[in-house]
């Protein structure tokens, strides 16, 4: 059984640039969500989507974006990048809603110049 | 509201130690309590989770935690740590917002093994 699967999975912007990250879940799962990892603030939620609706939304700004399709695979978005949004997004997915047992994928890490 | 607090962002310990890590939780609802494992460059693995049953949940890897109301903590402990054992150890509570779950993780606690 494959798991989550990130891509890509290291990447460089600048800033002001906008970024789009993928995530393809465990065969099955319906929800996908996402995360923030940096080593100031640790692992923050981001969102979470089930059968393309978002279900929930962490504290950041709108510049995080993020979508689910049918097949749900997910991919969130970046606009007008920050040095600040340099860290490692996770993706993890679960077979239901709330926040259960999640897998999580390799993650990818984005830096901003 | 819902919090993780994992005490000491670093833990060391020599190879065939006991390890142990603390986890103390806050949460508004009967708490769904994890432990997650970090190897780098690597996602967050379950270790275990607590979700009201038996109070001492067995994981993986030789790894276990017992569930203590009284004192909201959920620690994780090992009887013999082994040098693969190092890693960033993740404690989680499943916790509301706006009528849905969502999962609040603690800061990390890094565990060194030493030969």
């Known amino acids: 059984k494959a798991g989550v699967t990130q891509t890509p999975r290291y990447l460089i912007k600048t800033r002001g640039q906008q970024v789009t990250l993928s995530c393809s879940p465990i065969s099955g799962h319906r929800s996908v969500s996402w995360y923030q990892q940096t080593p100031g603030q640790g692992l923050q939620f981001l969102f979470e989507?089930?059968?393309?609706?978002?279900?929930n939304k962490g504290n950041f700004p709108g510049r995080f974006s993020g979508r689910q399709f049918s097949n749900s695979r997910s991919e969130m978005n970046v606009s007008t990048l920050e040095l600040g949004d340099s860290a490692l997004y996770l993706c993890a997915s679960s077979p239901s809603s709330g926040a259960n047992v999640l897998t999580f994928g390799a993650g990818s890490r984005l830096t901003v110049l | 509201a819902q919090s993780v607090t994992q005490l000491g962002s670093h833990v060391s310990v020599s190879e065939g130690a006991l390890v142990l890590l603390r986890c103390n939780y806050s949460?508004?609802?009967?708490?769904?309590l994890f432990w997650y494992v970090q190897y780098p460059n690597q996602g967050l693995q379950l270790l275990l989770k607590?979700?009201?049953?038996?109070?001492l949940v067995k994981g993986i890897n030789g790894f276990e935690a017992e569930f203590k109301k009284s004192e909201t903590s959920f620690h994780l402990t090992k009887p013999s740590a082994h040098m693969s054992d190092a890693a960033e150890y993740f404690c989680?509570?499943?916790?509301?917002?706006?009528?849905?779950?969502?999962?609040?993780f603690g800061r990390g606690t890094s565990l060194i093994v030493h030969p």
């Open positions: 989507y089930f059968s393309e609706t978002q279900r």
């Open positions: 607590y979700t009201s049953a038996a109070t």
């Open positions: 949460s508004s609802v009967p708490p769904y």
């Open positions: 989680a509570v499943r916790g509301t917002s706006g009528g849905s779950y969502i999962p609040t």
